[in-house]
């Protein structure tokens, strides 16, 4: 079982709705989750940062924890164009772990 | 902000040939870290370093080494580069890795395209 496990995609979904990007993790003691966004040839770019179970919204981004459940995830409203790349996530369990997930493709339809 | 800037955006070498790759930071971050990309294998950990001369394999430090002399800057070494490194070198940096939450937000560069001819 991979430690962060994301479905690669792509996901697709129409301009204006709502993209749902999801992402489990194996190991229970996992305390700190993050969202990156990846632009085709480019870096990473930290997007989300949650540490504690519920909601953390920013702008037009939701990101959820359930460590009950080991699921994080990451809503986007509105989607738009400018909103297409890779969304990796990430993991922390303690000193230098932070493991990331392969990441998932969103596709915003115009 | 958090600035991360690496040496070059892309390189050629050649089989054999030692290469090096340079990350700097500008944060007064205690931690910095290499990895590299490759499609459908996501990003893996090569090396870290929590502080000045000190360095800790990560998942795959095979073929390369690395060297931290000063806080701000982080070089990654391929002692004789082989086609099988050819990938996107990223470097990170965070603030700290031994409490939870904002300390372990890691900052990316842009990133070196590598190829091993």
């Known amino acids: 079982q991979k430690e962060v496990e994301q479905n690669s995609g792509p996901l697709s979904v129409p301009e204006g709705a709502i993209a749902s990007l999801n992402c489990t993790y194996s190991?229970?003691?996992?305390?700190?989750f993050f969202w990156y966004r990846q632009y085709s040839g480019k870096s990473p770019e930290l997007i989300m940062s949650?540490?504690?179970?519920g909601d953390k919204e920013d702008g037009r981004f939701t990101a959820q924890l359930n460590k009950a459940s080991q699921y994080v995830s990451l809503l986007i409203r509105d989607s738009q164009p400018s909103d297409s790349a890779t969304y990796l996530c990430?993991?922390?369990?303690?000193?230098?772990?932070?493991?990331f997930g392969i990441g998932t493709k969103l596709q915003v339809i115009p | 902000d958090v600035k991360v800037t690496q040496s070059s955006r892309y390189l050629v070498k050649r089989t054999g040939e030692k290469v090096f790759l340079e990350c700097v930071q500008d944060?007064?971050?205690?931690?910095m870290f290499w990895y590299r990309q490759d499609p459908g294998l996501g990003l893996r950990l090569i090396y870290f370093?929590?502080?000045?001369?000190?360095?800790e394999k990560g998942d795959i430090p095979e073929g390369y080494s690395v060297s931290r002399e000063k806080k701000e800057r982080f070089s990654l070494i391929l002692e004789s580069a082989s086609t099988n490194q050819t990938s996107m070198y990223l470097c990170?940096?965070?603030?700290?890795?031994?409490?939870?939450?904002?300390?372990?937000?890691?900052?990316f560069g842009p990133g070196t395209r590598l190829t091993v001819l």
């Open positions: 990170a940096s965070s603030l700290a890795t031994r409490r939870t939450g904002a300390y372990n937000e890691q900052f």
């Open positions: 990430a993991c922390w369990r303690g000193y230098q772990k932070v493991t």
């Open positions: 370093s929590y502080d000045v001369k000190m360095k």
């Open positions: 190991d229970r003691v996992s305390q700190s």
């Open positions: 949650i540490y504690s179970n």
């Open positions: 944060m007064d971050h205690e931690n």
